[in-house]
């Protein structure tokens, strides 16, 4: 996937070319999920927003990148957002910045290999990241630590489930807005494309694709948090069915919210006066997460 222009809109990397040339250059296509540009669009203060700019660093040493939005006025709680898989967080930062004039500290940030981050992306990385962030978030003395927040967006879902996972962090809540069910399970919905004389690189799928660090077993693993899935209903890139997937690995605490007309990650962008009022209703009353009709 690559984003161009607006990260509304959603231009799919044609898979086949990039799954051989991982193929013919390192006998691994997991790379294909990381499409990462140093390239940064606007800061915040160019749209007339507050914020600052936060150095971490992950576990193992990598210079990380973030943006802290603080809210207006008296904070009800503070959110992490995790990007998806293409550009940065300055692309990705306009989902989520109309947070905190809704009362909600923001904090964006780059994994290893985006933006300012250093390093290059690899499945294990990106998740040490999200830990850095959740740390470095809930290390600040002007935030409630008992209202911690997570939005995961695409990639940046599994990224944060599984980093949910893998810390003691406390978050109350997450988002996970149209992520995939697993790495293979997408790759093989891809696959699945290609032209019938092709169809034999199926076989070879399990040694393209290794497994591991998937949004399923994340959920699986979770105590009780309270989930809200999100997934637009005519979403090209990763199909609503993913969503439904993971949200029957959680059925007792969590909602799911097909998107009628919502593409890939677009809905709180084409559609805010519907989308806006049911995050803030979850991230106020989370245990009472229901599925909108």
């Known amino acids: ?40 669009a606007a800061a915040p203060d160019s749209r007339e927003l507050q914020y600052e700019a936060v150095n971490f660093r992950s576990a193992d040493g990598t210079a990380l990148t973030g943006w802290w939005l603080p809210a207006n006025g008296e904070p009800k709680g503070t959110v992490i957002h995790f990007h998806g898989n293409a550009q940065n967080m300055s692309t990705h930062v306009q ?29 294990k990385g990106v998740i040490r990241d999200g830990v850095a962030a959740l740390t470095t978030v809930h290390a600040r003395s002007d935030i409630d630590k008992t209202k911690l927040y997570v939005w995961g967006q695409s990639l940046g879902g ?9 810390t003691n962090i406390p978050v109350q809540a997450a988002i996970i807005d149209s992520t995939f069910y697993s790495f293979s399970k997408i790759a093989a919905d891809k696959m699945r494309q290609f032209p019938w004389f092709l169809q034999p690189l199926r076989l070879f799928r399990p040694l393209l694709i290794s497994p591991g660090y998937d949004a399923s077993s994340a959920v699986k693993e979770l105590p009780a948090l309270p989930l809200f899935f999100i997934h637009g209903e005519n979403d090209r890139v990763i199909p609503a069915s993913h969503s439904q997937k993971l949200h029957t690995l959680a059925p007792d605490h969590a909602g799911l919210w097909i998107i009628p007309g919502a593409g890939h990650c677009d809905a709180v962008l084409r559609f805010p006066e519907k989308v806006r009022p049911r995050i803030l209703q979850f991230l106020e009353a989370p245990l009472q997460v229901t599925s909108p009709k």
């Open 1 to 40: 996937m690559e984003m161009t222009g607006s990260p509304a809109k959603i231009k799919k990397l044609p898979f086949l070319a990039a799954l051989l040339l991982m193929l013919l250059g390192s006998g691994c296509a997991n790379g294909i999920f990381y499409q990462p540009s140093r390239r940064m």
């Open 95 to 123: 989902y989520a910045e109309w947070l905190p004039a809704a009362g909600y500290n923001l904090f964006v940030f780059d994994y290893r290999g985006y933006g300012r981050s250093g390093g290059t992306p690899n499945r």
């Open 158 to 166: 599994t990224v944060a489930l599984q980093s949910m996972v893998h």
